[in-house]
């Protein structure tokens, strides 16, 4: 038996990645990015590898950076060979180097924008407004990017008209829901000793990615507190069957404390007091979660167990495990890059879907939800993929509905 | 030991209810419906009957009038002696009764209207245009009513503005979520002799209802089938481990069919064909989804095992089950009175609480989203009667979300 | 169409009782009970009515007695047509007067006795030994009576030899875990307007039934704590994610109180105290777990809310409601039958063998497990019903596992 | 802030092993094993090495072996320091060579042995029996090692009493059922891109294990099938919810295979046929599941795609990713040293507490359960690590009990 063949180190994504594939194919006949420049901030990862080329396949110009401490080498060196693609992330740099090439996109006066984090878009519009205004549009990726451009949204501050692909009920049901918790939960077992049934766990935030968690801890066996700023969202998490509590009362009985906010310093000082002895504490939402600093301020001694594990010892003698120093632990954990590719692969080709129709259009700057004939599209896309069949709305269906004024009232009773 | 005294048909829910009690209590104060006539259509359970008489006491005149199948005899005795409140359904009245009872309604010219199922919305639409002019607000809080409200909205068909209760988190995490399919749980399994644990359960849609038993139904040990008409649901049902079938496949394995759609015909003369022997079928979503008709088109014969239960024999030998005549089954079961006061007081505080917000309102008419502040006083009061503390957003946090320009991009990765 | 045809009370169940109905069909042919009396005690419903007639189809004469609260008038009256069957049970008798009946079963000298709960057994041993002498064998079904039975036979107490069919794969893991849950919460979810996502349940005792509800209450999104002696069991209640504590200390948060233990008095007088206010309380393993004296003396009042339902008032305002009186609540509920068919066929399809197999067997005294070939051979049947092939251990393994001597120690490492 | 002090390499596993630790000082004091050679054999990672230097603190001559793959240096370093311990086993050390230094730990002549897979166990029945004579006892861990001693035992083969460990409730529903499962899950999710929610996850074999790991699986969104050849645990698993199919089915539609049966080539060159493209197949249960042999021959490549990935190609163009060469995944994968510290301590106390207990005991040889009161030891010890509470039998319970004479039969009906 003769060895295989040799991989680039996208193959692997690429065999599960079929709608970014079939994206590829048709824009490399329709190239609807022939001869805009595109910029592409996220962690530079396979997945965002292929993105990028499939971009650049489109017509696109790329010019790609990426985030502290997920660059991976191989991707950028695969990268400087594709046409149309620049790469400006290398591994190891350091965070004013990043920024530094962020820059260099920028100047670059680009097209489209695609986003994690919302760092392009909120570095064009603070530092580059004359830029912005050449802007056709972008595409934001992530609860946390989100969340500020939500802010600028509310203070008019957008130039142009911003996708918010994560609100997509794909993204959050599908990649927040499921593919940040399993590859969280995947790197903080493999970082740790963890045994998660009959642990207790504490998981910051009900959102998307803290329901997510929060369902498969509890799925494997742990009792599960919930802590929540959102009455709303506090009681959906208590019918799911967590307990619920102010954080401070939360993490003293916790083997494991996850945060899943995208919020600054969910975890701080006033906490550090009363975290239990021996517990894991860990973000899967974003790197201003957990004020380590604190930590590092009230510890005694902090040991570094293997990459990603610091073991801080407090004046009491309570330990205090942090995982990759706060930052999320998918992404920042050795050898991990995020999501699996089942997901990453149906919001890569939502974020492509989106740049497409930004190219060409009108819409009003802003934050804009992805138009729902685009959702579905990739959604039909996906399902075509898996080879599932679902039914269709029948003409009968659509009549009886569209005629509500005659709705036969003797069929009372509804939900 | 003495015996208990004796209780009205409303004391075991108010118990249940400390939101409504404390509106109750607000209300007779603060009097917001004063001088206003409000019309009610709902299920005439004993938790219609409180809410109606909560809106009473915050001074409405009341109008309440019910659905086919579920007016409760003794609730109607109780309410005939509240001050304010008039009502008009009867138990074992037809269809066409509870039609007239609805036009009465009208005719009295409410000023607000709270609705279950969109009946006096699109009455008073299609029938009443004048008395429709007069009215200063409506609520809605079923997922078919919404339907229907969606359908006139786009027809710009409304005369006044409507919140969509059903629409609020408070009522699909929760109402939706897990009120609907424990009840429908609980009626099911006691109209028959089904086993879960091992069985094959369609659930056709996977809104909130049907999202909500597809998972307890999976969770109780079912192998479950998931059918959809919408690609991000379907992908979304798959994720959470359903499998997912055009309904004309799925039904031929089943064990039990559920349909949670609030769409017409979902089961129709086409799968009658494929329907396994020995399923067992109910709607849990409203009584438009079962075409009873194709089954007793089809059968050669029909047994009633029991009120709710009904046996047809198909000409090869199939039996097929149908519970309550295709009527939601949480309501039409025998003895039932739909969801857990638990969130029926929940949902009924939100319709009071919108209520009191349109009696004093100059919101365009249309299909409008429950404002933010309304449903978080609400999930706030619901906490506060459970004893449940949640975490505030800190100024500190405040700040750092709205300060966009300066965040920290030396902290990125992001889900 | 017409109507379909009248129905015996045992039909539905017969449907749905693949097992017990090829048995009927092979022993008709077979006549391994010819000659033999057989004494049978079990609630009378139509799972034991069916059982009985499959004796008798056997060639027993079969004495069928049942248990106070559960027998169904019409399947005595379908019982007494049925060649072979003498039903001594009535609706309605009181517990004296079944008593009396379970002694006339006695003094007809059965040679083979079918029990649940061991009432037959006890009072064969205790009251007559000398037609104990006599009887050649006999299975008991339930957890209370093992454990009654584990008693004697500490003792040495026992005349003959019983098969423990409670202590089969088949009724732990199916039938306790499974099918009394199901059947359990029905019945409580359908007697009290509990939800039971988001509230707090106490289950006493881990045990198969136990377990099964536990499981079942947590899936379904209560926050479950469990009681226990074993500290066995108490580790894999916490390994499984339920909370454990000491009775005094869970019930004062509860909302449903659950005992599954087969114990005496495993909620009592000093359990009283703290029971939270607005508690349900029920046992779904026997009727001696809950000690409801205690609480009428201590409660002000009692009030029945409906059959099945009584509240209790305490002096400090607290109300508790006690369901079924303290009986097994599956059974003792109004319309209740105990456990759905597809589980019952399983569980009196392993007596029915087990009676066969005993008719003519020359095992000692003593309390014995089912052979593991009667047991795989209900299996290989119940599978063969439900039409699901599995695999065959193949001769390569066996020899390979046979050999150990030569096993490759090469391939190491094992959980 | 200082640096945290240097670790030695059991110093993690020892913070999480209460149990262990507490019978060192027990131990320490009474000396059970005093002037006793014992024989260890394990992966010897972190947690055997603890075990091993418990055993001498205990005054036992500790000779340790351990398997291939799985021995860490680092272990062994320290070992060769600890009084009382000589480790033989090496880091890369052939099969062979790990051969051998059994061989060394047998000629030793042991008083105990320590066994984990029968290794031991099965070489010094079948090659020095002179030796196995002189030995006192032996306790055996797992599935796999019981496998092979229950031939034994059936053969009349064993020399002396060997304590079924793997067979302690402690052992199964909690090392078994969840150390194994989450560990290997971990491993597998590190070692590949499989996204769980929505694949079709085959798992050979419902015992503890595969019990675990299906339920884990299905728990976290998987579509499940199990293989069985007992029917009664294929029943089992379709009451859990799990689909059951013969394996040549069943592998055709995975997205995931895992072996979890301690038996001889289950996944064997029948099955390669029709493997699923794209299908990820590991071990969790021994390394003699997956023939994988089988599946070299059949293929026209493989690559490795990193340590303990390798991809096989089918000449039909079919891939199948084999983990860790078919050995356990949860030992073998890189970077990997079994079950949580959590449920080895537990472990690994019942095999410290068997073997002191063996030391001084008149058991005749053979296969014997671990006595009912060493197990509950081991258990309170847990409990009381872990500051949790359970009730105790009371007298009138155990009175009652007792009395089966006089069981109130006015209180029926039982499960």
Redesign the interface.
Known sequence: ?????D?TPVA??K??SPLLCSYAEQYQRSKPFDGLTIGVCA?LTPHTGLFADVLATGGGEVLVTG????THADVVEWLRERPGVTPLAAAGMT??E??DT?ETVLEAEPDLLAD????LL??V??RFPEIARGVRGACEQ????I??LL??DEQD?LSFPVYDVNG???KQ??D?????A??S???I??LT??????SVAVVAGYGH?GRGIAR?L??????TVV??????????A??????????A?AVADADLVIT?T?????LRREHVDTLAD?VVVAS?????EIDDSAL?DE?????T?KPGVE?Y?LPDGRRVTLLTEG??V???AP?RSGN????MD?TFAMMTRGLADLADSDLPPGLHPVPDHL??EV??E??SA?D???????A??RD???R????????????
């Not at 599932?388 to 029948?394: A, E, L, N």
């Not at 509500?404 to 939900?415: L, M």
């Open positions: 038996m003769r060895e295989g063949t991989q692997g994504v065999n599960r962690p985030e502290a401490g997920s965070a004013d990043l920024a962020r994690d984090g919302a760092f909120s570095l519009h603070d992530t609860t946390g990017g969340t500020r802010a600028m501050a997509t009920p794909m049901h599908f927040n829901v499921h593919g940040t399993e590859s939960l995947s790197a077992t493999s000793d963890t045994m998660i049934a009959g990615c498969k509890r799925a494997l066996g742990a009792r802590t929540e700023v959102d009455p709303r969202k506090a009681l959906e208590l019918a799911d069957g967590h307990d619920v509590e102010p954080m009362d899943a995208g919020r600054y310093q969910v021996g899967i939402g974003s790197a201003i590092a510890a005694t001694s902090n040991t167990e073991r010892e930052k999320v998918n992404l920042a050898g699996p590719s089942h997901v149906t959702d579905r959604a039909h996906k399902l898996m599932v069949d679902i039914d269709q709305v029948t009968a269906q009886y509905h569209d509500w004024e005659t709705h036969d009232s003797t069929k009372p009773d509804e939900q």
